[in-house]
């Protein structure tokens, strides 16, 4: 079946500009979670979704982060004001109900200028 | 504070030696742990989990509480496990994945 979809594959945007990045989770997957990666890291943790709620938003670095599930299916992580350290992969994963395997898509590579 | 490290960032082997990953861990509670491997051009996978105890691609992974390890072995590498491996965590009462830096193991024939 589809894994975890996610677009666009790569961004590159100016410093100040806003940017959103896609997620499409597997079907049925009710836990979504969003990571970023920076080069030379493992993935960092920036929030997870369980149906349309943030269950956990402890890992979004500051107010210019936000992220949103209206629909408890497709996610989008929106930054504003980006800044050049903000340049890394974002990574999205999903997960069953009651399941702790998270299966991730190939992530959005994005580059602030 | 780094919560998994994995204190190889590259590591090469010789086709049919064995391979040990190595990952430690601080956490005074009851962890999951994971291995999940990012092979080129590919998206990042799990390769097995603690509890399941299984034998992935011949892999395994023993979690040693006394020791807060969870190191990666496989009796004789293959050239097709070379690949990125990241070592992480789940926290109880947490859903996210805690990851370590990463190792990159090379396969040499």
């Known amino acids: 079946g589809a894994g975890v979809s996610q677009t666009p594959s790569n961004k590159v945007t100016e410093k100040g500009k806003y940017v959103e990045l896609r997620c499409d989770p597997i079907?049925?997957?009710?836990?979504l979670y969003w990571y970023r990666q920076s080069l030379g890291q493992g993935p960092e943790f920036l929030i997870y979704?369980?149906?349309?709620?943030?269950?956990?938003d402890s890992g979004l670095p500051n107010d210019r982060f936000f992220a949103v599930r209206p629909e408890g299916s497709v996610s989008t992580l929106k930054i504003q004001r980006t800044e050049r350290g903000d340049s890394a992969v974002y990574l999205c994963?999903?997960?069953?109900?009651?399941?702790?395997?998270?299966?991730f898509g190939p992530g959005t590579r994005l580059l602030v200028l | 504070a780094q919560r998994v490290t994995q204190p190889e960032k590259l590591l090469s082997v010789f086709k049919g030696a064995p391979v040990e990953l190595k990952c430690n861990y601080s956490y005074s509670g009851s962890p999951e742990l994971f291995w999940y491997v990012q092979y080129s051009r590919q998206r990042l996978q799990l390769l097995l989990r603690?509890?399941s105890r299984e034998s992935i691609k011949g892999f395994t992974a023993d979690l040693n509480k006394g020791e807060t390890s969870f190191h990666l072995k496989k009796p004789f590498a293959q050239e097709e496990d070379s690949a990125m491996y990241y070592c992480?965590?789940?926290?109880?009462?947490?859903?996210?994945?805690?990851f370590g830096k990463g190792t990159k193991l090379t396969v040499n024939p």
């Open positions: 992480a965590l789940i926290e109880g009462g947490s859903e996210k994945l805690v």
């Open positions: 079907s049925g997957h009710t836990a």
């Open positions: 603690h509890i």
């Open positions: 994963a999903s997960s069953p109900g009651g399941s702790k395997t998270q299966y």
């Open positions: 979704f369980q149906g349309t709620g943030a269950a956990d």
